[in-house]
């Protein structure tokens, strides 16, 4: 099965053509990523406007490198899967636009697939992997521990109750003057700092949920950094290594926690995944897999282009749900907001809990 996938939730403009076989393995054909990082650069964020235009302006061109590199054409493609939220809702539109014009022209299927889910499938794309899994995604938008039970099938078990992980990377960067984005900044300066410098609190360490906390060490951050100013580079070195040290212990604390909820009600999972932009932190690598490694549990690990958005997993996600029979219609609408456990108006052959790798 080849599929075409297209992501434009954010600030990544990307197509990807990817292969399901019918073991159920997976080869990426193509994967084309534009970041518009640098459009974005001088607002210290990303600014919703300009990413519209510029998915508007690039989509195309993707597709047909992705096309190009896959050395497909559309008649060989089974269908065609667009990324149709949560995200900024410009982007969304333009890229579930984009699909829709391509099925309909090329009398292909539609799979308008939620981001989350796309996250929570791609270590199948990378490795076997059996239902159920614990996933912890944690990027810019989003950070949680999802139960993924099958395919459409997912059960939140934590999420952030105030900041995302790479939300948090990001304020904290800005507010030590560092440049957009943060999460790959801090951890550069993380690693030369002393972490034991400042005494940084370990937001939820111990609680019974596996919710996460952010903001309250944010400012924590803040105020240390008020402190200390002006900030001399050892200073905010010291700083971001503290930052980051907290993030790591509370993390694995949640982590701990969500395992043990997923082993109280859905048994061993196969393993332990991570998804996101912050999982191509490479302290928070080596914190997983000591998590992993505690908990007697397998980590799959996608590598780190794989973590951030991407085509592929659009496409990979497409293909999954596109081999139980799922396709979606051309009116399906975008989706600024879209939860993954109320993810997919599923069949209800799809909540399966070991679907076959
Ligand atoms: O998944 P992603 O590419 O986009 C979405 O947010 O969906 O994640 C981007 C986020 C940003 O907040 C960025 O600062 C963070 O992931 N990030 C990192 C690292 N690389 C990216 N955070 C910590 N360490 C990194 N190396
Ligand atoms: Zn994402």
Same mark, same amino acid.
């Given at each position: 099965?080849?599929?075409? +996938?297209?992501? /434009?939730?954010?600030? &990544?403009?990307?197509?990807?053509?990817?292969?399901?076989?019918?073991?159920?393995?997976?080869?990426?054909?193509?994967?084309?990523?534009?970041?518009?990082?640098?459009?974005?650069?001088?607002?210290? +964020?990303?600014?919703?406007? @300009?990413?519209?235009?510029?998915?508007?302006?690039?989509?195309?061109?993707?597709?047909?490198?992705?096309?190009?590199?896959? =050395?497909?054409?559309?008649?060989?493609?089974?269908?065609?899967?667009?990324?149709? =939220?949560?995200?900024? @809702?410009?982007?969304?539109?333009?890229?579930?636009?984009?699909?829709?014009?391509?099925?309909?022209?090329? =009398? *292909?299927? !539609? @799979?308008?697939?939620?981001?989350? &889910?796309?996250?929570?499938?791609?270590?199948?794309?990378?490795?076997?992997?059996?239902?159920?899994?614990?996933?912890?995604?944690?990027?810019?938008?989003?950070?949680?521990?999802?139960?993924?039970?099958?395919?459409?099938?997912?059960?939140?078990?934590?999420?952030?109750?105030?900041?995302?992980?790479?939300?948090?990377?990001?304020?904290?960067?800005? *507010?030590? +003057?560092?440049?957009?984005?943060?999460?790959?900044?801090?951890?550069?300066?993380?690693?030369?700092?002393?972490?034991?410098?400042?005494?940084?609190?370990?937001?939820?360490?111990?609680?019974?949920?596996?919710?996460?906390?952010?903001?309250?060490?944010?400012?924590?951050?803040?105020? &240390?950094?008020?402190?200390? #100013?002006?900030?001399?580079?050892?200073?905010?070195?010291?700083?971001?290594?503290?930052?980051?040290?907290?993030?790591?212990?509370?993390?694995?604390?949640?982590?701990?926690?969500?395992?043990? !909820?997923?082993?109280?009600?859905?048994?061993?999972?196969?393993?332990?995944?991570?998804?996101?932009?912050?999982?191509?932190?490479?302290?928070?690598?080596?914190?997983?897999?000591?998590?992993?490694?505690?908990?007697?549990?397998? *980590?799959?690990?996608?590598?780190? &282009?794989?973590?951030?958005?991407?085509?592929?997993? @659009?496409? $990979?996600?497409?293909?999954? #749900?596109?081999?139980?029979?799922?396709?979606?219609?051309?009116? /399906?609408?975008?989706?600024?907001? $879209?939860?993954?456990?109320?993810?997919?108006?599923?069949?209800?052959?799809?909540?399966?809990?070991?679907?076959?790798?």
């Amino acid at each position: 099965m080849l599929v075409l +996938g297209i992501e /434009t939730t954010c600030d &990544e403009t990307a197509a990807a053509v990817i292969e399901r076989r019918e073991d159920g393995s997976g080869h990426i054909r193509s994967n084309v990523v534009h970041s518009q990082i640098k459009d974005h650069a001088p607002f210290g +964020g990303v600014v919703p406007e @300009i990413a519209a235009r510029a998915h508007v302006d690039l989509l195309d061109g993707l597709i047909d490198a992705a096309m190009r590199d896959a =050395g497909t054409h559309y008649e060989d493609l089974d269908g065609i899967a667009a990324a149709a =939220g949560p995200g900024l @809702i410009g982007g969304v539109i333009v890229g579930l636009t984009t699909a829709k014009a391509v099925a309909l022209v090329h =009398g *292909l299927p !539609l @799979i308008a697939v939620n981001h989350l &889910e796309a996250h929570a499938l791609t270590p199948r794309l990378v490795a076997p992997l059996d239902f159920p899994y614990c996933m912890f995604l944690a990027s810019g938008g989003h950070t949680q521990i999802v139960a993924v039970l099958g395919v459409g099938n997912y059960v939140r078990l934590g999420t952030t109750v105030d900041d995302a992980i790479g939300e948090a990377f990001d304020k904290v960067a800005k *507010l030590l +003057g560092l440049p957009y984005p943060g999460g790959p900044q801090v951890e550069r300066a993380a690693a030369k700092g002393d972490a034991t410098r400042f005494a940084f609190p370990r937001p939820m360490l111990g609680r019974p949920d596996a919710n996460f906390s952010l903001s309250g060490l944010k400012t924590a951050v803040r105020q &240390e950094a008020e402190h200390h #100013r002006p900030l001399s580079p050892q200073d905010i070195d010291d700083l971001c290594a503290g930052f980051q040290a907290a993030v790591l212990q509370s993390t694995a604390d949640r982590l701990n926690v969500g395992l043990k !909820l997923f082993r109280e009600r859905f048994g061993t999972p196969t393993a332990l995944v991570a998804a996101g932009g912050v999982a191509a932190n490479r302290a928070i690598r080596a914190g997983l897999e000591e998590v992993a490694a505690k908990a007697n549990t397998r *980590l799959v690990l996608p590598p780190p &282009e794989l973590c951030t958005d991407n085509g592929a997993m @659009i496409a $990979w996600a497409g293909a999954e #749900r596109l081999v139980l029979g799922a396709s979606d219609a051309l009116d /399906t609408a975008p989706r600024a907001r $879209w939860k993954l456990d109320e993810s997919t108006a599923t069949p209800a052959q799809f909540a399966n809990t070991r679907a076959n790798f």
